[in-house]
């Protein structure tokens, strides 16, 4: 039954993947990318803040520099699209092993500034190294495709595999040791260290994987938006954004950055459609009534719901 | 000479980021909450001013302790109302939830003042003092509103000093901040002493608001430039240590003033937040070195 | 466990639902409003974040032109009169969303024409998009030359190119002060004060001014002494210092705070903006500055205005305050699409467009004819300066009130 279902569902988010670049419009498909987006970032945090605990403000870090480091190669030599994103996701990874080791000997709230200041520090230097990245003038990235709903639907897909990918790495990493070891030192770092598990070790793996998901997924931004600028892609509330959506799908579960990454992008698309000028405000409001009312996010309101108290077999109904 | 002057201005600027940043250290002291709302609280506290100088002509300094009581009552009122209900969660979620009422706050008072940015214009103006007309060796300018900020920053901090150390709400704050668990096993509500630590948050945070109304252009977006010193200040005082925030914001202060002075103004940011990362690696205890508890 | 997977079961099929409703939606709006109801003009606007002090402006010049035109019953249309639609979305100060949002307002609401989003970046990343579709776009605030020779077809903009604003009023400082030597520059570091800095280093360059001082400060800069200290150590005789509003209100009380006696302040572009001398007081007097557009300009038009004067008034009778340039170039854009649509006498996108590049409309916001990429090049910018608390117009002699005065306390 479970299985079954759980394919079911699979294949209807399958089918209805495939089919929204044929029926919709370009707005609808662009905000579709935009969901992609969320869910890969949302995944890219799962992996350091979900599974390891540490509560990194790093996203903005990582995909700033995937954006800058696929901007600045495309724009240089003008090679392949794809080529150009890897860059931006080794570059992005290769940032987080550097400065992992250090910052993540870090706990708590230490952590978390020290992460959130990672992406200013990379934000002033990215702004003025002027001759590599034009500085405050920003970046542009000419479009390879001028015709605009291939264009639209390409990316759309690569935004796709990049959110399939990211969460299926999800799922690896926490099938496979690393998985195991990062779910200790969530647990109790000091406990794990007894063991023997390297924690260091796992939790710069960890964060390199977390930039590189972040990483590529800012590069594709930067060639699907065209233009970018320091303080865009380098943004704060790029980092907290995936922490808001892992939260509102439930911490600590695999499904969390894709269920919360749709109702996020659901939920701010509605206020801010709705609300001309006071749209932060209401969305603020409902970050604070989600942290207080559902500290667990979605997963205690699904089993809270009244038909989610009927089991599937029919069994004992708890009241 | 020059260098002298910068040094001056270093400090003095120092003196103005203290009095940004002393709540803010406390309420992460003791609360173990990071506070994203206090650049909020700050700006607030900046517009209260400046509306009680231009419309009922109440000289900002004279507001400080109006700005303060009206800002330890909306803390108090927070803390307790929400920020109350997730103490006990993890780091990340009351960083989230300090953010999600900063989103609110700062977007209400766009609404209700207006983008347009503000600045109080005291008349007469404070001036300054020409050290040269009295030392005539020495080419040195002071601004006068710039020291009394100052000065006012030390009184504060040492009037929360005093606080702590001689008042009985005072020793129940440094009781829950040394250990929560056991402090209530004494008997201390731990409810009602984080209400009242964070209001003395939002009360510095007002003060300062007050003080800089002068100083600074007062906007709705200033809120997160203080946020960002308060946080630089904390680890360079040392956490939670509330004389700590004095040696913390003229070292900020000094270090920006001379690292614009031999950079470029386009690099000083950057290297104070670079001197944060360090730090927090290498000395997480602050440039003095001590876990402080007051 | 098994009844909280089952759950988590259903919401997802209930969020698929959901998408799916969002996917196919949009496929029944229908399309038939076309010819006879309002004409919709799309207007991302940064209304909130770091730029929301001009998007608010920018949006109470496009409303008081909408107003204007329904009071008259619409832009006539070949005959028929067709009342104007805005459609409004906050961008949040984020360029990526300004083009985000550009792409919806062509595909989703159907826009017939645009209005772009703030300032020369915004612009430039929008235009794709405009470009994309062929949606004739008007450019309210972007005076930045790169923004314009992308080779776009769709993009016409009211904002003389940079220099025009340098030039002159470098011209006009050195005529006031021939035997002045040293100029210092402090500019902050984002694409349009920046770029401004750079243009009033080679004009000051030009006219044998040395520039003893240059620096770029970063964006969110809280304390400018340093700089201030080596300026006031160059003893330069004519200080430009470029920013946002805010910048340049601390800047200039920075500068007192340090006894800076300079011949000559010039600020790019606070001073054109009431706020600006309300939070300097005293220290605002005599500073120069110059914008694209000022109150004391006195332009007939053909516009639905009249006249410069007319369209203050009507301002100042609105919104309760003297209109700046940048609320006057929103106005601008107004009239401007609406006469081409009525000398084009249709709203088809290429008509208009044409109509648009063959210029030659006479605005209350001055002549506004375009150069071959689409920006402004027929009217002289004013220069301005406070004094006594007030803006007044020192060139061109057309539309001058005053004379440049020296010396800044």
Request: aromatic letters at 10%; a positive charge.
């Amino acid at each position: 039954m479970k299985r079954t279902g759980g394919l079911l569902l699979l294949g209807l988010c399958a089918v209805v993947l495939v089919a929204l670049p044929f029926t919709s419009s370009n707005y609808i498909i662009r905000l579709a990318t935009f969901a992609a987006m969320y869910v890969a970032l949302a995944a890219s945090w799962n992996v350091i803040g979900g599974m390891a605990g540490y509560p990194s403000f790093a996203t903005a870090a990582f995909f700033g520099l995937g954006a800058y480091g696929a901007g600045v190669v495309l724009s240089k030599t003008g090679t392949f699209l794809v080529l150009g994103w890897l860059c931006g996701g080794v570059a992005a990874a290769l940032f987080a092993l550097l400065v992992g080791p250090a910052i993540l000997r870090l706990r708590g709230h230490y952590f978390a500034v020290a992460s959130l200041v990672t992406a200013v520090v990379l934000r002033e230097i990215i702004n003025s190294a002027t001759n590599l990245t034009g500085g405050g003038m920003g970046l542009n990235l000419p479009p390879r495709i001028s015709d605009v709903d291939l264009l639209a639907r390409q990316y759309y897909a690569v935004m796709v595999l990049l959110a399939v990918g990211a969460v299926g790495a999800g799922v690896l990493v926490s099938r496979a040791k690393i998985g195991w070891a990062l779910r200790c030192i969530e647990q109790n770092e000091d406990a794990a260290v007894v063991l023997g598990i390297d924690t260091l070790y796992y939790k710069t793996a960890a964060f390199a994987l977390s930039g590189l998901i972040a990483g590529i997924t800012g590069a594709v931004y930067a060639t699907w938006i065209g233009y970018i600028d320091p303080t865009d892609v380098f943004e704060d509330i790029l980092s907290v954004k995936p922490i808001v959506m892992v939260l509102i799908g439930g911490l600590g579960t695999l499904y969390a950055p894709v269920v919360g990454a749709l109702c996020f992008l659901l939920l701010e698309e509605l206020v801010w459609r709705n609300i001309l000028s006071f749209h932060a405000g209401v969305l603020g409001l409902l970050i604070v009534a989600l942290l207080v009312f559902l500290p667990g996010g979605l997963k205690d309101l699904a089993t809270r719901l009244p038909w989610a108290r009927r089991s599937p077999a029919g069994e004992a109904v708890r009241s | 000479m020059l260098a002298l002057q910068i040094l001056v201005n270093g400090i003095l600027l120092g003196g103005i980021y203290a009095s940004i940043a002393g709540g803010f250290s406390l309420v992460w002291g003791v609360l173990n909450v990071i506070n994203i709302l206090h650049g909020s609280f700050v700006v607030l506290g900046a517009y209260m001013a400046f509306f009680a100088y231009t419309l009922l002509g109440i000289h900002p300094y004279l507001f400080v302790p109006i700005a303060a009581l009206l800002l330890f009552a909306i803390g108090l009122a927070v803390q307790y109302a929400i920020v109350n209900r997730v103490i006990d969660a993890p780091v990340l979620v009351s960083l989230t939830l300090t953010f999600g009422l900063t989103l609110f706050l700062d977007n209400v008072m766009l609404n209700a003042f207006k983008a347009d940015f503000r600045k109080v214009n005291l008349r007469p103006p404070l001036g300054i003092i020409d050290v040269s007309d009295y030392l005539p060796a020495i080419d040195i300018i002071v601004p006068v509103d710039r020291l009394a900020s100052m000065a006012f920053a030390i009184l504060l901090v040492a009037l929360l000093y005093w606080l702590l150390r001689r008042t009985s709400i005072g020793r129940a704050i440094v009781a829950v901040r040394m250990d929560r668990y056991a402090a209530s096993l004494m008997g201390v509500d731990t409810r009602i002493i984080f209400a009242v630590t964070f209001g003395i948050g939002a009360a510095m945070a007002g003060a300062a608001g007050a003080l800089l109304s002068p100083i600074f252009p007062i906007s709705p977006l200033a809120s997160t430039a203080y946020l960002g010193k308060a946080f630089v200040i904390c680890i360079l005082g040392g956490l939670g240590s509330v004389t700590g925030v004095l040696v913390g914001g003229v070292a900020l202060g000094v270090l920006e003033s001379f690292g614009a002075y031999i950079f470029g103004p386009e690099h000083s940011l950057t290297l104070s937040f670079t001197l944060l990362i360090l730090l927090l690696i290498f000395r997480p205890t602050g440039l003095l070195g001590k876990r402080g508890f007051i | 466990m098994r009844d909280r997977t089952h759950a988590w079961m259903r919401l997802g099929q209930v969020l698929s639902l959901a998408i799916a409703l969002l996917a196919f939606g949009p496929l029944s709006r229908s399309l038939a409003q076309a010819q006879t109801g309002p004409i919709r003009v799309g207007a991302p606007l940064p209304l909130t974040g770091p730029l929301s002090p001009e998007g608010i402006k920018l949006q109470q010049g496009y409303e008081i032109w909408k107003d204007e035109v329904n009071a008259a019953g619409g832009i006539n249309v070949g005959g028929t009169k067709r009342p104007v639609e805005i459609v409004y979305y906050d961008y949040q100060s984020a360029t990526p969303k300004a083009v985000q949002l550009a792409e919806k307002l062509v595909t989703d609401d159907k826009v017939d024409f645009m209005f772009s989003p703030f300032g020369s970046g915004a612009t430039k990343a929008a235009s794709t998009v405009a470009e994309k579709y062929q949606i004739p776009t008007l450019a309210p605030t972007a005076s930045s030359v790169e923004v314009y020779d992308q080779g776009y077809k769709y993009l016409f903009g009211t904002f003389t190119p940079n220099d025009t604003l340098s030039e002159p009023l470098t011209e006009l400082i050195r005529a006031k002060m021939p035997n002045a030597k040293k100029v210092a520059i402090l500019a902050r570091n984002d694409l349009y004060p920046l770029a401004i800095g750079v243009e009033f280093e080679k004009s000051a360059k030009k006219r044998g001014f040395d520039v003893v001082y240059f620096e770029k400060y970063a964006i969110n800069t809280l304390d400018h002494a340093s700089a201030l200290t080596e300026i006031r150590n160059t003893k330069a005789d004519w200080i430009v210092a470029t920013g946002y509003t805010n910048d340049m209100i601390l800047v200039r009380k920075q500068m007192a705070d340090l006894g800076i006696k300079a011949q000559a302040i010039t600020m790019i572009n606070a001073p054109a903006y009431q706020e600006f001398i309300d939070a300097t007081g005293p220290l605002s007097e005599n500073v120069t500055s110059a914008g694209w557009w000022h109150p004391a300009a006195r332009y007939k038009s053909k516009d639905i205005f009249g006249s410069t004067e007319r369209y203050t008034e009507l301002f100042q009778k609105k919104f309760k305050y003297v209109p700046d340039y940048t609320a006057a170039t929103g106005s601008a854009v107004g009239v401007l699409l609406q006469m081409a649509i009525e000398r084009a006498g249709t709203t088809d996108r290429v008509k208009v467009r044409d109509a648009l590049a063959a210029g030659g409309y006479d605005t209350f916001f001055g002549p506004l004819s375009f150069t071959p990429a689409g920006q402004a090049i027929s009217y002289v910018p004013p220069i301005f300066q406070i004094q006594d608390g007030k803006t007044i117009v020192v060139a061109p002699d057309a539309v001058k009130s005053g004379d440049l005065k020296l010396g800044v306390r």
